[in-house]
Nanobody, 126 residues
Framework: QVQLVESGGGLVQDGGSLRLSCAAS????????MAWFRQAPGKEREFVAR????????DYTDSVKGRFTVSRDNAKNSVYLQMNSLKPEDTAVYYC???????????????????WGQGTQVTVSS
């Protein structure tokens, strides 16, 4: 089992940047595929980005490609989401998630991840 705690959210202006962090504790962090999801008010939680166990082969949802970068530091049991050129439509609660990766469920689906953090609010003002 792994526990996840996000941090780094806040209020930023249109075009600004934020860096989210997710600290993991528990079982070996490097064995998990890690992902970021977000949930805007009145909307379903949606996939943002994911990164493989070793840190390569990231995937992004189309709306954040070229603006967001996911990375991880297995020595620090942490995963990060660097968000640049933020837009008001990026406003949401951002969640960190961990999954074994040994599943037939597509990586962009919530069910592919067994562990979730409590979320951190990101608000982008216009």
């Amino acid at each position: 089992q792994v526990q996840l705690v996000e941090s780094g959210g806040g209020l930023v202006q249109d075009g600004g940047s934020l860096r989210l962090s997710c600290a993991a504790s528990g079982r070996a962090f490097s064995t998990y595929v890690m992902a970021w999801f977000r949930q805007a008010p009145g909307k379903e939680r949606e996939f943002v980005a994911r990164i493989s166990r070793g840190g390569g082969i990231p995937d992004y949802t189309d709306s954040v490609k070229g603006r967001f970068t996911v990375s991880r530091d297995n020595a620090k049991n942490s995963v990060y989401l660097q968000m640049n050129s933020l837009k008001p439509e990026d406003t949401a609660v951002y969640y960190c998630a961990a999954g074994s990766g040994w599943t037939n469920i597509s990586y962009y689906r919530l069910a592919a991840y067994a562990y979730w953090g409590q979320g951190t609010q990101v608000t982008v003002s216009s």
